[in-house]
């Protein structure tokens, strides 16, 4: 065996993110921070440059949907942090009002020049949502729904957040949506894996009331 030793968390994010370790099961006696990979990274203050205002999407992208009907908007003279960056794109927060915050994205052009930002590394795992759920913005404040999420969807699970989980749904013939849904809500098995589950318990119960009536 070999032993690689990594002294920075990004350095293990981004060799956990290879394509060749991706069904690696990790010895957590020795890797102490692995439990951090599933989480969004710490965000960062950064200071914009003053008097600007840029457009917001839900993903890093404008053919993602864009929240305040539409006109979702960041002022750079407001409080911004900063969660990092992927494809040319920054994730970010900031305040609505006073009560209500929300988490999107912006162009990273709109970065200031020393501006020092790591790429995000998302876990793209797929998962289906249990019930009926929320997908909101704004996961630490007001929890408002910007869509809700039928039961039984598949969704791609891309990072946690406490109890939130960060997630992209795909909708049919609508934009694609990043947010946030109730981790308790999604589960690793689709409606049919739980119904093939289901059968072949049934189907393994019924093999064993035969073999002890022969018995």
Do not use: C
Request: proline share 4%.
């Amino acid at each position: 065996s070999t032993t690689k030793v990594l002294t920075e968390f990004q350095q293990l994010r981004a060799e956990t993110a290879r394509e060749e370790f991706r069904y690696v099961v990790p010895d957590f006696r020795l890797n102490k921070a692995f439990a951090q990979l599933d989480s969004l990274p710490q965000p960062q203050n950064i200071k914009f440059t003053s008097n600007k205002k840029y457009a917001v999407y839900s993903g890093p992208g404008e053919n993602y949907f864009r929240g305040g009907n539409g006109k979702a908007a960041v002022s750079t003279n407001d409080w911004i942090q900063v969660f990092g960056r992927e494809n040319g794109w920054i994730m970010l927060q900031y305040d609505i009002t006073s009560d209500h915050m929300r988490i999107g994205w912006i162009q990273e052009s709109a970065l200031p020049k020393n501006a020092n930002v790591s790429d995000v590394q998302f876990s793209q795992a797929k998962v289906w949502t249990k019930v009926s759920s929320n997908l909101t913005d704004d996961p630490l404040f007001s929890a408002a729904a910007i869509s809700a999420i039928p039961a039984n969807t598949e969704v791609t699970r891309l990072a946690t957040m406490g109890t939130w989980t960060y997630v992209e749904w795909n909708a049919a013939n609508a934009q694609p949506m990043r947010g946030f849904v109730q981790s308790a809500n999604l589960t690793n098995l689709s409606a049919d894996d739980v119904q093939a589950i289901a059968v072949r318990t049934l189907l393994a119960s019924g093999f064993n009331a035969v073999e002890q009536e022969a018995s």
